[in-house]
């Protein structure tokens, strides 16, 4: 069974940094695609950024030059490092991945960036 564990969030100042993980167990296939999404209170969930196989990215604009998606080399963790954050990025963060076609999503941690 494919199980995602996140880590890595907290409160951090304005202008500070967190760095995301989403360690994928269970799956003997490779990884397709990875993402990261948040979700604020009232909100919908929103795509932050995305990792293809080929190593493509894109990112939402509001964290282009700020957030970072990345892989291990073993291609079973999925990063995110966040820079320069901002209080209108605090919320829950989810990662998800693509194996075989099937979408599989972690349970969510939280940032709070404080002004």
């Known amino acids: 069974q494919v199980q995602l564990v996140e880590s890595g969030g907290g409160l951090v100042q304005a202008g500070g940094s967190l760095r995301l993980s989403c360690e994928v167990s269970?799956?003997?296939?490779?990884?397709?695609?990875m993402s990261w999404y948040r979700q604020a209170p009232g909100n919908q969930r929103e795509l932050v950024a995305h990792?293809?196989?080929?190593?493509?990215?894109n990112y939402a604009d509001s964290v282009k030059g700020r957030f970072t998606i990345s892989r291990n080399t073993a291609g079973n963790t999925v990063y995110l490092q966040m820079n320069s954050l901002k209080p209108e990025d605090t919320a829950v963060y989810y990662c998800?991945?693509?194996?075989?076609?099937?979408?599989?999503w972690g349970q969510g941690t939280q940032v709070t960036v404080s002004s």
């Open positions: 998800r991945v693509v194996i075989q076609w099937l979408n599989y």
């Open positions: 269970g799956s003997r296939f490779v990884i397709s695609q």
């Open positions: 990792s293809n196989f080929d190593g493509s990215t």
